[in-house]
C-alpha cells in the first residue's frame, strides 16, 4: 500500500514545495502546472463568499440541497441523479468504491489520480497507450475491442494532459456498446466547460450504465475551495452515497457554487478570452526550436521536448531558476521524462514562459 502513495502520483500545482525548495514565497512563482482559468476572478466569487463568512459557525448541509436543487434546474435531472463532493476526485473515488470494477480499461496518459482510486478499491487498471504519433487520439473501435475483458471504461475528455477530445458522436458510441455489453463507462467532464457540445450528460437518463463526473474547480477557478460532482442513475448515486463521508463538502464551497450557477452568463466571455489566449500560446510555442507543442481543446497545452540534452526534469529545474512553474510529465503512464505541460494564463505571463523557454532552448 505503502507504494502507491510515492511521487507516482503527485500533481501540478504545489507551489508551496516549491517556494519552501528554492526559498521564495508563492506569491512569486508564476504557476503553468495548474489547469485554473486566470478569468474566474471576474465572477466574483470572492466577494460572494465573504458575505456568507457567518455560515463557518454551523455545520455544512450534508446534503448540498441548495446546491444541488439549482444543478437539478440547469441540468434537467431529479435531484436523486446529482452528488456533489469534495472535487471531482472525491467523486471518483467514490463511484470506484461503490461499483468496486475487477478491471477498469482507461485510455493514456490521463489524469494519475484514476490508478490510485481503483487499486484502492481492489480493482486493476488495464492501459490502452495513446499513441504519439496520432498525436494521443483515442480509436473507438480499438477502445471498444480492448475493453472486451474489463467491467468499466473510465475516459476524461477532453483528456488530461493531452488535450485531445472525443466528439459527442464517437462518446455516444461507447456508451451504446458499454451499456450493450454490460460494462459501465465513467466519462470525467473536468474540462468540458471548454468544449460542452461534446458532453454526454444528457445520456444518464437513458443509460443507467453512465456515469459523468464534473468540477467547478478548473473553469471557475476556485481550487482551494473544492468543489464537483458527479451524475448518474439513481441507484449509483445512491451506492455512491453509502461511502461518502459526511459534510466533505465546506460551506463556503457550496455558497461559491450557488453563485457561480447564478452567474454564468460571464461564463461565455471567459471562454473566448482563455482559447484566444490558447491559439497565441500554442502558436509561439511552435516557434520555439527543441520543443513540440500539441493541439489542444482545453486550457493547458502538452509540450514534448526535442532538444537531446534537456529532460523534463531539468526543463522544470530551469523554468523555477526563473519563477516559472510547469508540470512535470514524467509520472503519467504513456509518457516519459521528454514531456511537460503548461496551462494558459493571461498574456503577460504567457510571453514569459515563451520568452525564457526560447532562451534556455534557443530559437
Known sequence: ???????????????WQVAEKYEILPDDVIDFSANINPWGVSLEVVEAVKKRLDTIFRYPDPECRRLTGILSQMLRLNQKNILIGNGATEIIYLVMEALKPARVIVPCPTFTEYERAIKLAGGRVKY????????????????????????MILLCNPNNPTGTILSRDKLCEVAHMS??????????ESFI???????????????????????????????????????????????????????????L??????????????AEEMKEKLIKERDFLYKNLCKIEGIKPYPSQAN???????????SSSKLTEELIKRGILVRDCCNFPGLSDKFIRVAVRKREDNRKLIHH??????G
Not at 253 to 266: C, E, P
Not at 300 to 310: P, T, V
Request: glycine share 8%; with cysteine; hydrophobic share 40%.
Open 193 to 251: 466547460d471548454f468544449q460542452p457540445e461534446c458532453s454526454i450528460l444528457d445520456e444518464v437518463r437513458k443509460n443507467s450504465s453512465l456515469v459523468i463526473l464534473r468540477s467547478f474547480t478548473k473553469f471557475f477557478s476556485i481550487a482551494g475551495l473544492r468543489l464537483g460532482y458527479g451524475v448518474s442513475s439513481r441507484e449509483v448515486i445512491e451506492k455512491m452515497k453509502s461511502f461518502k463521508q459526511p459534510w466533505t463538502v465546506n460551506c
Open 1 to 15: 500500500m505503502k507504494k502507491m502513495f510515492d511521487s507516482k502520483f503527485s500533481h501540478g500545482g504545489d507551489i
Open 300 to 310: 493547458f497545452i502538452l509540450i514534448k521536448i526535442k532538444k537531446a540534452s534537456f
Open 357 to 362: 523557454l526560447s532562451q534556455i532552448l534557443g
Open 128 to 151: 490502452l497507450y495513446l499513441k504519439e504519433e496520432n498525436n494521443f487520439t483515442l480509436e473507438v473501435g480499438r477502445l471498444i475491442k480492448e475493453a472486451k475483458d474489463a467491467g
Open 253 to 266: 464551497a457550496q455558497v461559491a457554487g450557488v453563485h457561480i450557477l447564478q452567474n454564468m452568463k460571464k
Open 179 to 188: 451499456k450493450k455489453l454490460g460494462k459501465f463507462l465513467v466519462v470525467d
